[in-house]
């Protein structure tokens, strides 16, 4: 009953910025740690932010500062505002619960061209 869905992908020039969305359904939202992976092609997937159930964030090194991971638990919604984006940057983006099952998404793809 657990769903998971991202959005707000889509193709940006380097420099450009984005701003994804993961609504969540079928479970108690705001009691639950969440997080950003993401995996570029060829490449294994990796943890990109998480969010406590209170709001505070974390980062892997290459987005801190650019990535803003944030939560409105009256929405049942986390978001990821992606700033000066790069190449790098692409790949498909994921939402997860950080709990004892984790729960994914379907994606939503982010393409940034130099």
């Known amino acids: 009953q657990v769903r998971l869905v991202e959005s707000g992908g889509g193709l940006v020039q380097a420099g450009g910025s984005l701003r994804l969305s993961c609504v969540v359904s079928?479970?108690?939202?705001?009691?639950?740690?969440m997080a950003w992976y993401r995996q570029a092609p060829g490449k294994q997937r990796e943890l990109v932010a998480s969010?406590?159930?209170?709001?505070?964030?974390n980062y892997i090194g290459s987005v801190e500062g650019r990535f803003t991971n944030s939560r409105d638990n009256a929405k049942n919604t986390m978001y990821l505002q992606m700033n000066n984006l790069k190449p790098e940057d692409t790949g498909v983006y994921y939402c997860?619960?950080?709990?004892?099952?984790?729960?994914w998404g379907q994606g939503t793809q982010v393409t940034v061209s130099s």
């Open positions: 997860t619960t950080l709990t004892r099952m984790n729960y």
């Open positions: 969010i406590t159930t209170n709001g505070i964030t």
């Open positions: 079928g479970m108690i939202f705001n009691i639950k740690n």
